[in-house]
T-cell receptor
Framework: GAVVSQHPSWVICKSGTSVKIECRSL??????MFWYRQFPKQSLMLMAT?????????EQGVEKDKFLINHASLTLSTLTVTSAHPEDSSFYIC???????????????FGPGTRLTVL | AQSVTQLGSHVSVSEGALVLLRCNYS??????LFWYVQYPNQGLQLLLK??????LVKGINGFEAEFKKSETSFHLTKPSAHMSDAAEYFC???????????FGSGTQLTVLP
């Protein structure tokens, strides 16, 4: 089946530093990748949608200068949390989607998530 | 526009009892419907999905769900709960595809011995 990996699985950083999270589709080409944020005991909140080779589309209320997303290839998207602060601490999950018409297009494939703790 | 309502943020059942997790959706176009399970500190695992065709969908681990258009529902059931079923369950809807998913608030399932 289609597998999506995330790295790192957890990260602790100091306030004011930047953190990069990678999301990779291991055995298929993801034309679109999504980044979600999940607070404890809550549902997933879509942060942004990224298409390979183009700028990400951010959801309302998500700071694009704080959460930098790059989708440079069909198998890799990165989320960089710039100048992180304790309120950015959360569980970040990515997912990947193949193009319309492919045999995988009926499903989003989710990564295992990254736990970010900002001290 | 689409939305998902999961009735009951917490559901407790005894081991061996029927599991019923409720999901109602709203969609202006024919929906694709999904149930995901999430274990602590992990990503989402697909249990089952409805896209088109047969309205009774069988998934992994003995779960199934029925798409009822007239009731705008997609409830998840399992005849006999197992301790390993204890987890968070999310219902999601997409407009004719999986590209734009809207998630429900989730239901925490507890299985009592």
């Amino acid at each position: 089946g289609a597998v999506v990996s995330q790295h790192p699985s957890w990260v602790i950083c100091k306030s004011g530093t930047s953190v990069k999270i990678e999301c990779r589709s291991l055995d298929f080409q993801a034309t679109t990748m999504f980044w979600y944020r999940q607070f404890p005991k809550q549902s997933l909140m879509l942060m942004a949608t990224s298409n390979e080779g183009s700028k990400a589309t951010y959801e309302q209320g998500v700071e694009k200068d704080k959460f930098l997303i790059n989708h440079a290839s069909l198998t890799l998207s990165t989320l960089t949390v710039t100048s992180a602060h304790p309120e950015d601490s959360s569980f970040y999950i990515c997912s990947a989607w193949e193009r319309e018409g492919s045999f995988l297009y009926n499903e989003q494939f989710f990564g295992p998530g990254t736990r970010l703790t900002v001290l | 526009a689409q939305s998902v309502t999961q009735l009951g943020s917490h559901v407790s059942v005894s081991e061996g009892a029927l599991v019923l997790l409720r999901c109602n959706y709203s969609s202006s176009v024919p929906p694709y419907l999904f149930w995901y399970v999430q274990y602590p500190n992990q990503g989402l695992q697909l249990l089952l999905k409805y896209t088109t065709g047969a309205t009774l969908v069988k998934g992994i681990n003995g779960f199934e769900a029925e798409f009822k258009k007239s009731e705008t529902s997609f409830h998840l059931t399992k005849p006999s709960a197992h301790m390993s079923d204890a987890a968070e369950y999310f219902c999601a809807v997409g407009p004719r595809s999986a590209r734009q998913l809207t998630f429900g608030s989730g239901t925490q399932l507890t299985v009592l011995p």
